[in-house]
């Protein structure tokens, strides 16, 4: 019995002394990984009429707080949606050359990607425009959207919408405006010359609405459907 007695006392013993939850070793906390700042593009700069196809597209390189090391997604589109991309190309350089097709509006953008695959917002678009051969006109850019952001929720009433229009030739540019509840919007209002329009929303409903640039010499660029709601 005595025996037994000393068996039991020295197992307790042990299983204290071993700590039994296994604390001493927690796993330590996962660490967030943070993104890559934004690039910020350097050149062709915004707007540019290209005597030359060939092109060295340059932006700025990013940092990472954590340290990781970054690549870039460089991406070309023929519309400002990105929908019909030209190139689309991952790199660790900051500069890329590329030939494109002449008399043709293009946009581009970066974003910086860490080796975790964290990656940052995109830059800000670019514009440029390419000479054609014997072009006397190009077309104007697609506006670019200012207010109200886009899917935003805004309160009811009146609601200024806001762009930003842009020509290669700098030719007088005017804009027809196209508003409603619907996403193929009617025109509300034509050729005029702010690139402003003030619209009147009421509660809980969803707006589209987009705006087409004219300029003097019969040139057009169709802007994408923008949207927002009300509260």
Known sequence: ???????????????????????DNPTPPVQKNNAPTIPILVYPANNLLCI????????????????????????????????QIAFSTTLSATKKTYTLEKGIAYYWRVQAVDSKKESSNYSTTFNLYTEGVGVSNHLPFAPELVKPEFNSTKPSGDITLEWLGSDADNNPLTFDVYFGTTDQPGIVSQNQDAQIFVVSTTNSTTYYWKVVVKDDKGGEAIGQIWTFHTN
């Open 1 to 23: 019995m005595k025996q037994f007695l000393k068996f039991i006392l020295l197992s307790l013993a042990l299983y204290g002394c071993s700590g039994g939850s296994g604390d």
């Open 52 to 83: 030359s196809n060939i092109l060295d597209f340059e932006w700025n390189a990013s940092s990472d707080i954590d340290g990781d090391g970054i690549t870039y997604k460089i991406e070309i589109a023929k519309d400002n949606q990105f929908s």
